[in-house]
């Protein structure tokens, strides 16, 4: 089971919160960036790779508040976010997640 809250990693903190839909999170991405040659501000490092990873398997929608670094993964059946909650915890377990309750 997916816990609310947030995770602290070693660069970025990753804010998961269940949404009213069934089956819905809204996940929130802050730190971990840099500023890049053109004035952007990027992902760098751990939270490239996590978001990264998130974006390529599970193409999650833009968050509601269309702020950077927030998304929306819904799943249409209970098999695919079992799926999505086994690679969820391997990611925090990879890059050393924290659970801040």
Known sequence: MIEEGKIRFRTFILEIKKRPIPNSY???FSGGTEIDSSGWE???GDRKKFEGD???IWNPLDAPSNKKGEYVV???TDEK???FQ???D???KQFG???DK
């Open 26 to 28: 809204l996940i929130a």
């Open 42 to 44: 990027t992902p760098s």
């Open 54 to 56: 998130l974006k390529f």
């Open 74 to 76: 819904r799943f249409s």
């Open 81 to 83: 976010l079992l799926k």
């Open 86 to 88: 086994t690679w969820f």
């Open 90 to 92: 391997t990611q925090v």
């Open 97 to 99: 997640g924290v659970l």
